[in-house]
């Protein structure tokens, strides 16, 4: 069950941000009026928008799925009001949570704080859901696949402090060869997507004693 908690009390008081020229949120809520099964909420951006549609073929019958795509990064003013509207909208029984891939040239102290704020908001949200970090694939771009492997490194060490298990999606991609596995500089085929949501459901499943 949701708690009184206020995202303002762990949104970030101020941020230099620049907003994309475009930015978008997409969300669906699957079997939204069934409560029997537990519930997942998946939340990241594009990579997340690719891998919900598998995620909820594997998770059919046995774990209902919602997701929260976004171009925005923690740090963006609007991010945690769209936060909370999320883990208010049904209850929840577990949170997948990745930002990072629309946060590659954020300030990087702002991103640190805004995301371990984003973690705790969770947690203070949703006391009896689990929650799982997700770390941020990686890239075509050795430079950038540099920067997603050091936003990571936060990553783990705040879900190493938190106590919390994390979904590693940029060891396996990693090890994938370019040219076949991404469609672009941070998209994949659907076969690496296939992989994504195979790892994701397994830890679902697992999390959720299944």
Known sequence: MQGHVNWRDYAPAATSRVREATEWSVTYSYRATE??????????????????????????GRVNVSYWASSKCVTDPDYFRELDLMLSARPLDMVTFNNGLHSLTTERAEWDAAYAG?????????????????????????????????????VLRLA???????????????????????????????????????????????ALGL
């Not at 085929?189 to 397994?202: D, H, N, R, S, Y």
Request: hydrophobic share 45%; aromatic share 6%.
């Open 118 to 154: 984003a973690l705790a908001f969770i947690r203070a949200k949703l006391p009896r859901a689990k929650l799982m970090p997700v770390l941020s694939t990686p890239l075509k771009d050795p430079a950038l696949t540099a920067v997603s492997a050091s936003l990571n490194e936060t």
């Open 35 to 60: 409560t029997e099964r537990p519930r997942v909420l998946l939340i990241g951006d594009s990579i997340c928008n690719a891998y919900q549609g598998r995620v909820r073929e594997l998770l059919d």
């Open 160 to 206: 190493g402090e938190e106590g919390l298990e994390t979904i590693d999606l940029f060891t396996p991609m990693d090890a994938l060869a370019r040219e076949r596995y991404w469609t672009d500089t941070y998209h994949f085929t659907p076969e690496a997507v296939g992989m994504q949501a195979k790892i994701l459901a397994g830890h679902v499943l697992g």
